[in-house]
């Protein structure tokens, strides 16, 4: 995953086709036949577990297109100039990371790595700083010769037809020979993910986090989550309902239709409890494992509030669904899939990560078949044997009043959610 990181950002950073022609002119000839395609290159790192390379044009530039894609992916030049750019890019987007006001992309990383202790999607998907000069060429050769590979990559297009798309493959992708063909691919980690539980604590001054002239207030951040499932599995469909409706956001999220303000987490913790800045319900799913967690912000002096109401709503899920939210969800659930699935960048990214998860594609009105069939007892037998797991915790900013692991794995233990008592002599 860290060197994924300079693969991304290296893939479009120069047109290898473009590098190979000689002159202004023919330059020119080449920048305005893209001009004329309506072109739009992109690469990106798509979760933990998939890296996506996708350009949008004119069906006419289908020939042409498919040719950039395979010299991208199979002839990167990968030269020192770039590498040391990247390098740079890699080093800012650290630094960013660790100074933006939204934690959420770390408080994530720390999730899985306290859910997956040292292994799998536990591992670090950020590269550590130290390890950014240590990344050269032969490094990234080798990260590509193990990974890039016939049988983890699927070639995906939507709004033509399938023959010209074959065709293509053929003549570009087959029997090609990669920069990096010089070695034999060594069997890569097919390990299992192995759910572990645990906390993840990083003490921050989150004091002066603001970009701006307007202050932002001190939040302490936590996150909480219990193994659910993997995407191939059946219980797959009710955890996607039970995450919709937990719902959740911001304390200042716009409301309206389709907003979501009638979840959970909006009805039951963010309109009662005005101190809460942010509550809010996310399901990682991946081929053997899934994650669903609650991040929850509030000021650091009431903390211990804040995890007891967010242990609560972990043990409510495992009770009784009312008919009415649960047709909400499901509904919101549809509404969220078909207008996805109105944008093309988006189908074909859906037919590419299902075909190579799972060797096939569920059409969005199967999709919507199944979500309909959802029924409340499917949500609190899923909630019910969600609740048997350990926790993992997250934790970032003032941590003095933090519960111990002990403590949160005792009220997710319980009947009601609540925390152990504490009694203080002196405070």
């Not at 309902?241 to 009805?267: C, D, E, H, I």
């Not at 299902?354 to 909630?383: G, M, W, Y």
Request: glycine share 8%; with cysteine; net charge negative.
């Amino acid at each position: 995953m860290k060197q994924n990181m300079l693969v991304e950002l290296l893939t479009f950073w120069k047109n290898w086709h473009f590098r190979l022609l000689p002159g202004l002119a023919a330059k020119m000839k080449f920048f305005l036949l893209w001009k004329s395609m309506g072109e739009f290159v992109t690469a990106r790192h798509q979760g933990m577990d998939t890296t996506m390379y996708a350009v949008s044009a004119d069906t006419k530039g289908l020939d042409t297109v498919v040719g950039l894609l395979a010299d991208v992916v199979l002839q990167p030049k990968l030269s020192d100039e770039e590498i040391d750019m990247t390098r740079m890019a890699v080093q800012f987007e650290l630094e960013d990371l660790n100074m933006r006001p939204d934690p959420e992309p770390l408080l994530t990383e720390m999730i899985h790595e306290a859910a997956y202790r040292e292994n799998t999607v536990g591992l670090h998907r950020f590269c550590p700083t130290e390890n950014i000069p240590k990344i050269d060429r032969k490094v990234l050769h080798s990260y590509l010769r193990n990974y890039y590979t016939p049988d983890r990559m699927v070639l995906a297009g939507v709004g033509i037809e399938h023959e010209q798309l074959v065709e293509c493959a053929r003549k570009y992708l087959l029997g090609i020979n990669p920069v990096w063909s010089s070695g034999q691919a060594k069997d890569v980690d097919r390990s299992v993910a192995q759910y572990t539980g645990g906390i993840i604590k990083i003490e921050r001054d989150m004091s002066d986090v603001s970009l701006g002239p307007t202050p932002i207030p001190e939040l302490t951040h936590i996150m909480i989550g219990l193994e659910s499932c993997s995407f191939l599995e059946e219980d797959f469909i009710p955890f996607a309902v039970l995450n919709m409706m937990m719902g959740g956001g911001g304390s200042f999220s716009a409301g309206g239709p389709g907003k979501g303000m009638f979840t959970r987490l909006y009805l039951n913790v963010l309109n009662r409890h005005h101190w809460m800045y942010n509550a809010t319900s996310y399901h990682h799913s991946y081929e053997d494992t899934g994650l669903l967690c609650i991040h929850a912000s509030a000021d650091p002096r009431q903390v211990r509030e804040m995890v007891e109401i967010i242990t609560r709503e972990f043990i409510l899920m495992g009770g009784a669904v009312g008919e009415v939210e649960l047709e909400r969800a499901k509904t919101q659930l549809m509404s969220m899939l078909m207008m996805n699935l109105e944008s093309r960048p988006v189908i074909f990214e859906d037919v590419g990560r299902q075909v190579l998860a799972t060797n096939s594609r569920k059409l969005p009105h199967e999709l919507c078949a199944l979500i309909r069939n959802v029924k409340s007892d499917d949500i609190k037998r899923v909630a019910t044997k969600m609740l048997r797991g350990k926790p993992a915790v997250a934790a970032l900013g003032d941590l003095t009043d933090l519960p111990t692991y002990e403590h949160i794995e005792a009220a997710l233990a319980s009947k009601d959610g609540r925390l152990p008592r504490m009694y203080r002599l002196f405070r």
